[in-house]
C-alpha cells in the first residue's frame, strides 16, 4: 500500500507527505504495526475521498446505505495522474449544492443515531459508518467550526 501511495503522490509531483497529510496520517502511514481497530479506522478514508471526489464534480452522489465503490474512487485519482489533468476534470460544485449536501449528511447521521439509541436499524436502509464518515467530510468541506482534518467532529 505505501508503494501504491508514494506512485500517486510522485504522480502528482508531490515529494514531501507531510504537505499531504496530516500528523494522524503520516504516524498511520510509517506505522508497521497499526492494529486491527486502527486500520479498520483508517479505511473509512474511502468514503471521505469518495465525498471530496464528489464536491469536485468527478462523482456522481450515491445514498449512504453502503460503503462507496472504492475500486472507482482510486481509479479515479489515479487516471486524473496529475495536477493538469486535475485542473482540467474537475468542476467544483456550488456552495449551495454542497451546503444542502452538508445538512442532508448531518440529518442523514442524526437520523442513524437517533436510531440506534432507539435499538433500531438505520432508518431507509443507510449504513451509520457511511453516513458518519461523509458527515466528517462534508464539515471539513464547510469549514465546521474551523477544525483540521485530524479534529473534525460530527455532532448531531
Known sequence: AREFVIDVLNGYGI???DDVMTPDELEYFYDDQSDERTRINFSWHYENLYV??????????????????????????????NYENVCKEVQVRCKKEILDKADLVY????????ARIHGL?????????????????????????????DSVDTPT
Open 15 to 17: 515529494d514531501k507527505l
Open 52 to 81: 471530496l471526489e464528489w464536491a469536485l464534480g468527478l462523482d456522481e452522489w450515491t445514498e449512504p446505505i453502503a460503503i462507496c465503490d472504492v475500486a472507482k474512487s482510486v481509479r479515479i485519482l489515479q487516471e486524473l495522474e
Open 107 to 114: 440529518r442523514m447521521d442524526w437520523a442513524c443515531v437517533d
Open 121 to 149: 436499524t438505520g432508518p431507509a436502509h443507510m449504513d451509520h459508518g457511511v453516513t458518519q464518515a461523509r458527515h466528517k467530510t462534508a464539515n471539513w468541506l464547510i469549514g465546521f467550526e474551523n477544525q483540521e482534518w
